[in-house]
């Protein structure tokens, strides 16, 4: 991209969220992070964000032409905006333009430059709305844990990405040692028992079954599920189940800071201390894995 224009100006002054907050940090550390690239031009809007970026070579002469060093560059903040904001803030295609003359890039800078003055008239002011509807969106585990004044973080991740426990975790920038599965299993003796160990693990059934007092133990059927807890394969939770079984989690839940379990609802996930979690399900804990 050719060097034209003035100066790096300063964007329009907003009032940015604790998340805007984090990508214009992200923003400002660009040219820190790689050799050649400055941010000639940005704005933070409510749901998404314009730059100008200026690359050149290490002799100082601008690059005109495409580059993969855009796609870096971008997906690279999008990787630390997401995993400081606890869920995956952006879609994950995004519009780029390459500038060629000073004409087009006055009218890019002014764009950039008036966006906020005309958010209620951008096409996304209401994609932006209907997106924050979706973070701030309350399940049943959340309301429970607010009820009994327990602290907790609510996590938002895209199921389109992986349901499976270790790709949430990804999505999430968690440790998946920190990020535990709910499994329900019934005994012998018929009694049902839930299970919580970390995603990446295996339930061992026969330490399982020893941790419960039965001589053996066997998952239940996927079509059992819901009719047994209200919840669907994925939105599982130790939290609000029809019925208080006993729970049991791992070991290892005793010495992690927090924990990340379900909130129900298949996309939503809860970060509390293990030891309120443990408490408000009068669960125990075990070794339970393989």
Known sequence: MRSVGADIIRPHALTLSQYGCFVEEAIQNISHHYVGVTVDKYVVMPNHVHMILKLSYKDGRMISAPTKEIPIVVGQMKRIVSKRAGFPIWQKSYHDHIIRDEADYRRIWEYIDTNPAKWREDCYYEEGKQSMAKKEEKTNVMRILE???????????????GLDGVSVA?????DPETVFKTLVARGASGGLYVFDIPVGDSLDLKKAAKAVGEKSIAMIAQKELLPLTGYIHGGCSPVGMKKQYPTIFHETAEIIDTILVSAGKI????????????????????????
């Open 147 to 161: 009820q009994k004044n327990i602290p907790y973080t609510p996590h938002a991740y895209d199921p389109d990405a």
């Open 267 to 290: 996309g939503f996930q809860v970060e509390l201390e293990p030891a309120a979690l443990i408490g408000l399900v009068g669960g125990t804990t075990a070794d339970l894995t393989t």
């Open 170 to 174: 990804r999505q999430l920038g968690q």
